[in-house]
């Protein structure tokens, strides 16, 4: 089933337990496939909120994800569409580089179960203890089991595992209210069951320990608090927290508890309970003091990142927990390349919440990447011993002695500790503090991954703003009026500040500080790529100019990293492979892999794919200017060799999985010194679909620097995208190769890229085919060579035939099989035998027709070429409709149309062809629902192809074969199903 329009705006999505989804009515919506649920889920768990396509592709794929790792996320989001009824995408939103799922509190039970443990609190503060229960347990009858249960995602269980915290720590409040009710037994019988299965959870022992000594079971309390410490000695090496050490000497003691304890501080709205006092040191070496707020001024005008603030919000550490709060520090690492932004969002996240540290926020620059020395953990912990109240002649010396007694202090205490601007985990780890309740945010340019494996961190990366954030930020700067004055303007502006911040505000200020700078006046300067860094920077101050910003990390960069940095600003594409870039700065791929890794933890490059990497374009800007400045023209060209030599070479490998049987101008091109093989054919049209873009840029890249050579061997290499329809492409990178063909003086070379764009021109029906063909014909048989008048001849023929010129592509084409027996493997016979089956179709002669189709489908089979078979086949199927013959027709389609569904490439000459044969004989036959399924599903490939032409042609069929009543809406209007 499917959500119908009225169920779409009322189904539910729950989370809580094995991800379901319901309509209205309470039965199931059901989930296609796990991939599509695991996509689905990865949106739920940010709800609201902008998921990147990476993140998206990490919780898709449970292994290495496959080159058109994208191009499956996108179609399984079309899938999740119209299960949901969401035609018009106002469900699942695409944004520039991801997705959205926009759902309401009342439509997905996590958001449900937030909401009510906020009023629960809420009531809780204002006293109403019981109402605060009430309120918890329902919010914790939403679970049905642990979150997103049976997903099998490893990406997935940081989301889950999130969730989980926010249950147990719901489980511990209610627990809690209700022994301040004087609930003790019943407190008694619902911990007992679970505590078991949270061993290491001191929260949860402390709310049992507590119910058992006050239900007179002192025995058994005592057991359980060493039933805990040996647990936490085994698993951990540590003991239980000071609270629970204290509950535990209370009750040795015999020391009463009172039936209800105070009621919490008002101040503290994460819950009732009180706050451990700091512990007084025996050495009195503490003086009162208020508590510290050190944080920096926030920005004034601080736009977006709504998601990582909500991240943020959901690491806030449970407060008010008289025993201790928690089982750790909550520790939460800010990471992104320099002047995104992350100082910003820390400060401003920090002077949000700071009120839930009643005792206190600490701040320190730890001056990692920027102008002089950083900061040691020993200068760090003497300002913060004294801000604690330690008099500065009474800091010990010695880093372990301070971080000590540092650790000593913040014991009992709940504050918020800001670590900007770190450079490494080592650095960090002195200053964290020992006992639960704090929490520490850190920022830096480094992944931090150390801290993340050995002190469990909740990692954060901050990257660039999404478009709408960046204009916001803009037009908050310069104002809406001149914003409005000129947004084509502001929209270049987003652009070619990369949507980096400190550019963005660099840019923007300037022109609200200088009226007479207008942003276009902005906007020419950034075009010129050689001053674009020039016009980002302020003034003389260094924190404002994006070149020293980013110096500051590549400063830190080891020899061999920093090469391969500025060697990445000489490649022509998007992004790029670890072989490509190994190629590009002649290094083993093993070694660059490493490279890559630590110059992404640096955020000077972004992964966005396993083992592919991007610069944003002001870093491509950086890299590119270092590499001009640092390295010699010498180094640029043997880089640029190198990387074009390992594209051609890795190409033609590919090209020759995808198309074994065909015959090609460059039989040998020259082997880097660390080929890339590819598997099999379905690993080399991944590879060959992945690095589409690359491969178009860099043959223009050739022509540009006059590498010749290059650019006629990899025009071709580039016959996929035939296959893949990317006729635009084929155009283009003909026309240019063009250039180098003719520089070359081989009149070969200049026919097979003649050859090339008058396909490709010919398919798109544009008149300029005819000459390009006939031009590479004449070439052909100048130079003598057979494959390339053979190619011509059947192009020719092609277009002649779809001129209506008949006679002459008979002609074309029979001179094409006269060449081609004989000729190879049979390939270009095969051809030439289905174009002539064709044509006879056309003209009506039905058993030439099924005559020269059935040789062709053997030769095909023969070869191995199912795409070709299909083809022919369908053929075959036209000649018997033309006898009348439709059984027989129709057992020729439908073998087409199983061999058309293997094909990799387009299927609007593979398997929509085959499809529309089919639909005529079923249709003729009777068959009239399996027609138009047929009809319309080759409708749907020639619209996906914007070969709309053919696509209305098709329904006007449906039209005829379909009563009126029972045309869907689109049918009616002669318009293709949406993509």
């Not at 759902?103 to 039970?109: F, G, I, Q, S, T």
């Not at 040996?230 to 090496?237: D, F, I, N």
């Not at 003649?754 to 590479?776: I, K, Y």
Request: net charge negative.
């Amino acid at each position: 089933m499917t959500v119908s329009e009225e169920e779409a705006a009322r189904v539910e999505f729950q989370v809580l337990g094995p991800l379901q989804v319901r309509a209205d009515d309470g039965s199931r919506v059901p989930l296609p496939g796990a991939r599509r649920q695991r996509l689905l889920a990865g949106l739920l768990t940010a709800a609201n909120s902008l998921v990147p396509m990476g993140r998206l592709i990490e919780a898709v794929f449970e292994d290495e994800p496959p080159g058109t790792a994208v191009k499956q996320v996108q179609n399984s989001v079309s899938v999740l569409r119209e299960r949901l009824n969401d035609s018009e995408r106002r469900l699942i939103v695409t944004e520039e580089s991801g997705y959205r799922i926009c759902v309401r509190e009342n439509e997905l039970d996590s958001l449900q179960f937030t909401t009510r443990l906020a009023d629960s609190r809420r009531h809780a503060a204002e006293g109403g203890l019981e109402r605060a229960i009430s309120v918890i347990r329902s919010a914790l009858d939403l679970w049905r089991g642990p979150a997103l249960d049976g997903l099998g995602s490893a990406s997935l269980s940081g989301p889950a595992a999130r969730l989980e915290e926010q249950r147990l720590g719901a489980l511990e409040l209610c627990a809690r209210w209700r022994l301040e009710l004087g609930q003790h037994q019943e407190v008694v019988d619902e911990l007992s069951d679970l505590v078991p299965s949270h061993p290491l959870r001191e929260g949860l022992h402390a709310q049992l320990i507590t119910a058992l000594d006050r239900c007179g079971r002192r025995a058994e309390a005592l057991h359980a608090f060493h039933r805990l410490s040996t647990s936490l000695v085994q698993e951990l090496g540590v003991g239980p927290g000071a609270g629970l050490q204290r509950l535990h000497e209370q009750i040795l003691t015999g020391h009463p508890h009172p039936s209800r304890p105070p009621h919490p501080r008002q101040h503290d709205d994460t819950g009732p309970g009180t706050t451990l006092p700091a512990p007084q040191l025996r050495s009195a070496t503490t003086a009162p003091a208020a508590a510290p707020r050190q944080l920096p001024h926030a920005i004034r005008d601080f736009t977006g990142r709504t998601d990582h603030l909500t991240a943020l919000d959901a690491l806030l550490p449970p407060g008010g927990d008289e025993l201790g709060s928690g089982q750790a520090v909550v520790i939460s690492a800010l990471d992104g390349s320099g002047g995104v932004g992350k100082t910003t969002l820390a400060v401003h996240w920090a002077h949000r919440v700071q009120h839930r540290f009643p005792d206190g926020t600490l701040h320190t620059d730890l001056r990692g990447y920027g102008p002089g020395r950083p900061a040691t953990p020993a200068e760090v912990l003497d300002d913060f011993l004294v801000a604690l109240g330690v008099p500065p002649a009474a800091v010990p010396a010695g880093t372990g002695a301070r971080a000590g007694l540092y650790r000593t202090l913040l014991t009992g205490r709940r504050m918020l500790i800001v670590l900007d601007n770190a450079n490494s985990a080592e650095q960090v780890r002195p200053l964290l503090p020992g006992a639960p309740g704090c929490m520490v945010l850190v920022t830096s340019r480094d992944s931090l991954s150390g801290l993340v494996v050995t002190e469990a961190a909740h990692r954060l990366t901050v990257d660039v703003l999404s478009r709408s954030e960046a204009t916001a930020l803009v037009v908050g700067i310069i104002g809406p009026h001149r914003a409005a004055a000129d947004s084509a303007a502001v929209d270049d502006l987003v652009r070619l500040c990369a949507r980096l911040p400190l550019a963005l505000r660099i840019a923007a200020g300037r022109s609200a500080a200088h009226p007479g700078i207008t942003v276009a006046d902005i906007v020419a300067e950034l075009t010129n790529e050689d001053f674009a860094l020039d016009a980002l920077s302020r003034n003389q101050d260094p924190r404002a100019a994006v070149r020293t910003v980013f110096a500051w990390s590549y400063d830190q960069l080891t020899s061999p990293q920093a090469h391969l940095f500025r060697h990445l600003g000489l490649h022509p594409g998007p992004d790029i492979s670890t072989p490509a870039a190994a190629a590009l700065a002649h290094l083993a791929p093993r070694e660059a892999r490493s490279l890559l890794s630590a110059l992404a933890d640096a955020h000077l490059i972004e992964p966005v794919a396993h083992d592919r990497y991007r610069f944003h374009d002001l870093l491509r800007a950086y890299a590119a200017e270092l590499t001009h400045r640092r390295d010699t023209e010498q180094d640029h060209q043997r880089a640029r060799e190198a990387v074009l030599t390992w594209y051609t070479h890795t190409a033609h490998t590919a090209d020759r999985q995808v198309y074994p049987t065909c015959t090609r101008l460059t039989t040998n091109p020259a082997t880097p010194p660390h080929p890339h093989p590819h598997a099999d054919r379905a690993r080399a049209w991944d590879w060959l679909s992945t690095e589409r873009t690359n491969l178009v840029v860099a043959l223009h890249h050739a022509v540009d620097h006059r590498l010749d050579h290059h650019a006629v061997q990899l025009i071709d290499a580039l016959g996929f995208l035939v296959l893949a329809g990317a006729w635009e492409d084929r155009i283009t990178t003909a026309t240019a190769a063009l250039e180098a063909a003719r520089r070359t003086g081989a009149p070969d070379h200049e026919a097979n890229v003649l050859l090339a764009r008058g396909e490709a021109l010919a398919h798109l029906r544009r008149p300029e085919a005819e000459p390009d063909l006939t031009r590479a014909a004449a070439l052909a048989q100048d130079t003598g060579n057979i494959h390339l008048q053979i190619a011509a001849r059947t192009e020719l023929g092609q277009v002649t035939r779809r001129q209506n010129r008949l006679l002459e592509a008979l002609r074309h084409f029979e001179d094409a099989l006269t060449l081609g027996r004989g000729f190879g493997p049979g390939r270009w016979e095969a051809v030439a035998e289905g174009n002539l089956a064709d044509l006879h179709a056309d003209l009506g002669n039905h058993q030439q027709a099924i005559e020269h189709g059935t040789r062709s489908a053997e030769l095909r089979h023969a070869i191995g070429d199912t795409d070709g078979e299909a083809c022919a086949l369908a053929t075959v199927a036209r000649g018997w409709q033309g006898t009348g013959d439709h059984r027989t027709a129709l057992s020729h389609a439908r073998r087409a149309v199983q061999l058309g569904r293997t094909s990799i490439g387009s299927h609007d000459e593979t398997l929509a062809p085959p499809l529309t044969v089919l639909a005529t004989s079923l249709h003729r036959l009777g068959h009239v629902t399996e027609a138009v399924a047929s009809w319309r599903e080759a409708a749907q490939i020639y619209t996906e192809r914007g070969m709309d032409a053919d696509a209305d042609a098709i329904h006007q069929h449906i039209r005829t074969a379909t009563p009126p009543q029972q045309q869907p809406a689109n049918a009616k209007a002669g318009a293709g199903p949406a993509p």
